[in-house]
Nanobody, 120 residues
Framework: QVQLVESGGGLVQAGGSLTLSCTAS????????MGWDRQAPGKQREWVAN???????NYTDSVKGRFTISRDNAKNTVYLQMNSLKPEDTAVYYC??????????????WGQGTQVTVSS
């Protein structure tokens, strides 16, 4: 009932920047949590950043000062601005959204993933 569409991944050189976006659509009443995880080849998925309704943000230590998460509530969209990218940031990035459906039930959805590759 909730679909997430991600975009913005690609290939970039170390030190470069990319901006990911993720838009939620469907029978959404409200969204209270939006975040990003990533999974590098051969590694477990790890949490990267999240933003909640109040606007408070949290980041994993490895991306603090380089990544910025933001949201556009009117568009049900979350962004991840990634600067000073490093080869170790190479991964498939997944957005994660939680909230309330129009019918009153909670929902949680994951995006399909977008590949980010950082060359050295």
């Amino acid at each position: 009932q909730v679909q997430l569409v991600e975009s913005g991944g690609g290939l970039v050189q170390a030190g470069g920047s990319l901006t990911l976006s993720c838009t939620a659509s469907g029978s959404i009443f409200s969204i209270n949590f939006m975040g990003w995880d990533r999974q590098a080849p051969g590694k477990q998925r790890e949490w990267v950043a999240n933003i909640i309704t109040s606007g408070n943000t949290n980041y994993t230590d490895s991306v603090k000062g380089r990544f910025t998460i933001s949201r556009d509530n009117a568009k049900n969209t979350v962004y991840l601005q990634m600067n000073s990218l490093k080869p170790e940031d190479t991964a498939v990035y997944y957005c994660h959204v939680r909230g309330l459906l129009l019918k009153g039930a909670d929902f949680g959805s994951w995006g399909q993933g977008t590949q980010v590759t950082v060359s050295s």
